[in-house]
């Protein structure tokens, strides 16, 4: 009986060691860290480069240069637009004056003055403010002979906020034609005869007008009153011809008397 339960003790503690779980051995060599290549026996061990970001800073865009006054003209043009138009014409009668000679004439002269109004409106569409340089003339006609002359000349600085507008009223000088009415006062010896009168004019009226738009040094606009002039207006060679035209002697004005 003792025999049977020595061996029933000795079965119990051999089946209690087999289920407990077993503990491992210590490793003789650390284990390499990760990212380093396993190496065969007898070979070093090489860790692996450690991978670095190739992302640079992104570079800052260079400096924009400053535009040259021809583009910044043309910049500020752009937001720029022009509109003339005639507000007022006319004038009013300068006197009249009845003369007689000892041939039996007598010439009545009446002076004519003539003004012309203008109204110059600058739109700028952009957001900056913007200037322009607006030059007016005022173009005459004489009547004998029938040449174009500049009679007047104006010129207007517009500084326009962005978004906005600006009305500039711009009115010439005057410019004076005449009427000279003749007549033959004779006497016979049935009376007093009175022939036809005759008429002749003088001096110059108004023509017409030439706006010039400018932004900066640079010419950006063209109006005029009519076609023909704003031909001339965009043609240098005939502009400058304008320019040079003398007008015509004045009523009352001779050629002696004129400086």
């Not at 109204?119 to 004489?142: D, Q, Y």
């Not at 906005?164 to 034609?177: A, G, L, M, N, P």
Request: net charge positive.
């Amino acid at each position: 009986m003792k025999l049977v339960t020595s061996l029933l003790l000795g079965i119990s503690a051999t089946l209690a060691l087999a289920a407990a779980p077993a503990t491992p051995a210590p490793l003789k060599k650390p284990l390499p860290p990760l990212g380093t290549a396993m190496n065969r026996p007898g070979e070093k061990s090489t860790p692996k480069p450690q991978i670095k970001s190739v992302l640079q800073p992104a570079a800052q865009p260079p400096a924009t240069p400053p535009l040259a006054p021809n583009l910044a003209a043309a910049a500020a043009s752009r937001g720029l637009s022009f509109e003339v138009r005639t507000i007022a014409h006319g004038g009013g009668q300068g006197g009249k004056s009845v003369i007689g000679d000892s041939q039996g004439r007598v010439f009545e002269v009446r002076l004519r003055g003539s003004q012309t109004t203008i109204e110059v409106l600058v739109r700028n569409l952009a957001r900056e403010p913007a200037t322009a340089r607006c030059e007016c003339l005022f173009v005459g006609k004489g009547v004998e002979p029938e040449n174009l002359f500049v009679w007047d000349r104006v010129e207007r600085q517009v500084t326009v906020p962005g978004g906005d507008y600006k009305r500039e009223t711009v009115q010439s000088e005057e410019i004076f034609s005449a009427e000279t009415r003749t007549r033959y006062d004779r006497a016979s010896s049935s009376g007093d005869s009175q022939s036809a009168p005759t008429t002749k004019e003088s001096g110059a009226r108004p023509h017409g007008w030439i706006v010039r738009a400018f932004v900066g040094e640079q010419l950006v606009k063209v109006q005029a009153s009519n076609s023909a002039l704003e031909r001339i207006g965009n043609d240098p060679a005939q502009f400058a011809s304008l320019l040079k035209q003398q007008p015509p002697l004045a009523p009352g004005e001779s050629k002696k008397s004129k400086p």
